[in-house]
């Protein structure tokens, strides 16, 4: 009998493959190539650039956002890895002479009421004041102090949690629109539990939504959570790209190999069960063998490549459903502008019935984004439900958004340059029953060791949700790697076939 031989070599480099460039797939090839010098990464991205949905053009002077423009301050991984990156120093918030936001109602924009807690109104004087909700609605906001909170553990949609505690009026026209500007989504469809559970949490806590509200405030200030006088949102003072430039050049410094223009077909293990490797199987038939993979490609894609391997995980993932839109941005001389932009931007209500989903005045909240005596505009076109405008070209796109502009702000100029960019199933619904799909979800992976998924199909929708996904992804696919170094003897071929 021939004598047994190890496995593989043990001083050989562990290999794992990112499947996705986005800003959770880079994410993670970052914490791979500081959690241990000894793990190969290969990047691989099946379009011919990396960013995913952050794309930051600059032309003629201005800063034009494809994707998003900012991400929220107080989750920690957006501020940690700008300051890992040498990045925190060109961090902006927005113009704090600005700080003011409007609600598009009828053909009017009325200011959206001081004193917001996230989704929620919690200061009396500034609901008072506002039209946007009748006396009536402000009296039924007022019964969520003396309505009892809901027993149960049940999950709950949000629109349906909003109205039960605070009125229709309130939800229709405060709550819809922000939690829109989230996620783009229908609140009678979404999960409270996978997108505000702490709404919940503070009701069966304190007895109401607006205390819970505000108990969950007065902790996180005397917690000293978020630093004093940090920005609510933050961002580059050269657009999110530097973000994006930043991360690469890293990468490519640490040795990921990274390939453009390799949609991945499969990915698969060599054998079924054991300390198998796993093979991901390229479009143009190449293959890449991996101790462990992170899958940081969106849900639906990331369900064509798991098929062959895990039927039960490729359903779940498949079945998180994801709303299309389209983001236009338009520049204009100031002087051919009536409206005086003093504010960020408004958002529309889904009872409006309106294409559009929101305008942000970029130039108005951000610095340095556009020439001096310029403006820079975005309007958001497509939400959940509402998609049927996005199926026009790109001039319909620019059209809608000229409308739109015309109706609000009574602008008839020509813009100086338009730009389209388009999210075919870009935004994840976190609809009912989404916990239970995570749920589902994990206990697949249990059977996968070395298998991670990232992205903002699961736990997050913002920049920081992204980053932290792929690094915990890159956590999980780490410690397989390295316990794949380990020798492990095995027999002779044939002696337990």
């Given at each position: 009998?021939?004598?047994?031989?190890?496995?593989?070599?043990?001083d050989?480099r562990s290999?794992?493959?990112?499947?996705?460039?986005?800003?959770?797939?880079?994410?993670?090839?970052?914490?791979?190539?500081?959690?241990?010098p000894r793990?190969?990464?290969?990047l691989?991205?099946?379009?011919?650039?990396?960013?995913?949905k952050i794309?930051?053009?600059r032309v003629?002077g201005f800063v034009?956002?494809?994707?998003?423009?900012s991400?929220l301050?107080?989750?920690?991984?957006?501020?940690g890895?700008?300051r890992?990156?040498?990045l925190e120093?060109?961090?902006?918030g927005?113009?704090?002479?600005?700080?003011?936001?409007f609600v598009?109602?009828?053909?009017r924009l009325?200011?959206?009421?001081?004193g917001?807690?996230?989704?929620?109104?919690?200061r009396?004087?500034?609901?008072l004041?506002?039209?946007?909700?009748s006396p009536?609605?402000?009296?039924?906001?007022?019964l969520?102090y003396a309505?009892?909170?809901?027993r149960?553990?049940?999950?709950?949609?949000?629109?349906?949690?909003?109205?039960?505690r605070?009125?229709?009026?309130?939800?229709d026209?405060?709550?819809?629109?922000?939690?829109?500007?989230?996620?783009?989504?229908?609140?009678?469809r979404?999960?409270?539990?996978?997108?505000?559970?702490?709404?919940?949490?503070?009701e069966r806590?304190?007895?109401?939504?607006?205390?819970g509200?505000l108990?969950?405030?007065?902790?996180a200030t005397?917690?000293g959570?978020?630093?004093?006088?940090r920005?609510g949102?933050?961002?580059?003072?050269?657009?999110?790209g530097?973000l994006?430039?930043?991360?690469?050049?890293?990468?490519r410094?640490?040795?990921v190999?990274i390939?453009?223009?390799?949609p991945?077909?499969?990915?698969?293990?060599?054998?079924p069960?054991?300390?198998?490797?796993?093979?991901?199987?390229l479009?143009?038939?190449r293959a890449?063998?991996?101790d462990?993979v992170?899958?940081a490609?969106p849900?639906?894609?990331?369900?064509?490549?798991?098929?062959?391997?895990?039927?039960p995980?490729?359903?779940?993932?498949a079945?998180i459903?994801?709303?299309?839109s389209?983001i236009?941005?338009l520049?204009?001389?100031?002087?051919?502008?009536p409206?005086?932009l003093?504010?960020?931007g408004?958002?529309?209500?889904r009872v409006?019935g309106?294409?559009?989903?929101?305008?942000t005045?970029?130039s108005?909240k951000?610095?340095?984004?556009?020439?001096?005596g310029q403006?820079?505009m975005?309007?958001?076109?497509?939400r959940f439900?509402?998609?049927?405008a996005l199926?026009?070209?790109?001039?319909?796109?620019?059209?809608?958004?000229?409308?739109e502009?015309?109706?609000?702000l009574g602008?008839?100029?020509a813009?100086l340059?338009?730009?389209v960019?388009?999210w075919r199933y870009?935004m994840p619904?976190?609809?009912l029953g989404h916990?239970?799909?995570?749920a589902?979800i994990e206990?697949?992976?249990?059977?996968l060791?070395?298998l991670a998924?990232?992205?903002?199909?699961?736990?997050?929708?913002?920049?920081p949700?992204?980053?932290?996904?792929g690094?915990?992804?890159?956590e999980?696919a780490?410690?397989?790697?390295?316990r794949?170094?380990?020798p492990?003897?095995?027999a002779p071929a044939?002696?337990?076939s």
């Open positions: 009998m021939a004598p047994l031989n190890p496995c593989r070599n043990v050989a290999q794992v493959v990112v499947v996705g460039g986005g800003i959770a797939g880079l994410a993670a090839a970052h914490r791979l190539t500081r959690l241990s793990v190969s990464v290969t691989v991205e099946g379009s011919e650039r990396l960013g995913g794309v930051t053009e003629d034009i956002e494809g994707g998003p423009d991400f301050s107080a989750k920690p991984r957006g501020v890895l700008c890992e990156l040498g120093e060109t961090l902006q927005t113009t704090p002479r600005r700080r003011r936001a598009l109602r009828g053909s009325h200011d959206l009421p001081e917001l807690t996230g989704l929620v109104p919690t009396l004087g500034p609901m004041r506002s039209p946007l909700v009536l609605g402000k009296a039924r906001m007022a969520d309505l009892p909170p809901r149960g553990d049940d999950d709950e949609a949000l629109g349906a949690f909003v109205r039960r605070l009125g229709r009026e309130v939800y026209r405060l709550v819809e629109p922000l939690m829109a500007g989230i996620y783009a989504g229908d609140g009678e979404l999960s409270l539990a996978a997108t505000f559970p702490q709404l919940r949490r503070g806590e304190h007895g109401g939504l607006i205390r509200v108990a969950a405030k007065r902790a005397t917690a959570s978020a630093p004093p006088g920005p949102f933050l961002t580059p003072r050269g657009g999110l530097e994006v430039d930043g991360l690469v050049a890293r990468l410094t640490g040795g190999r390939l453009l223009g390799a991945v077909a499969s990915v698969g293990l060599t054998r069960g054991g300390n198998d490797r796993f093979t991901v199987e479009a143009d038939g890449l063998a991996a462990a992170v899958v490609a849900a639906f894609a990331a369900a064509g490549m798991l098929a062959a391997l895990d039927a995980l490729a359903a779940e993932l079945a459903p994801h709303a299309s389209a236009v941005s520049a204009f001389p100031r002087e051919d502008i409206h005086p003093d504010g960020y408004y958002v529309i209500p409006e309106r294409p559009a989903l929101a305008c005045w970029t108005s951000w610095g340095h984004r556009a020439p001096e403006v820079l975005r309007v958001f076109l497509g439900g509402r998609e049927e199926g026009g070209t790109d001039d319909d796109l620019v059209t809608l958004a000229r409308d502009l015309r109706n609000v602008i008839e100029a813009p340059l338009c730009r960019h388009r870009g619904q976190y609809v916990p239970a799909r995570l589902a206990r697949r992976l249990k059977a060791p070395g998924l990232a992205g903002n199909a699961y736990r997050g929708v913002g920049i949700d992204c980053i932290a996904s690094e915990a992804a890159a999980v780490h410690a397989a790697a390295r794949s170094e380990e492990v003897v095995t044939g002696l337990l």
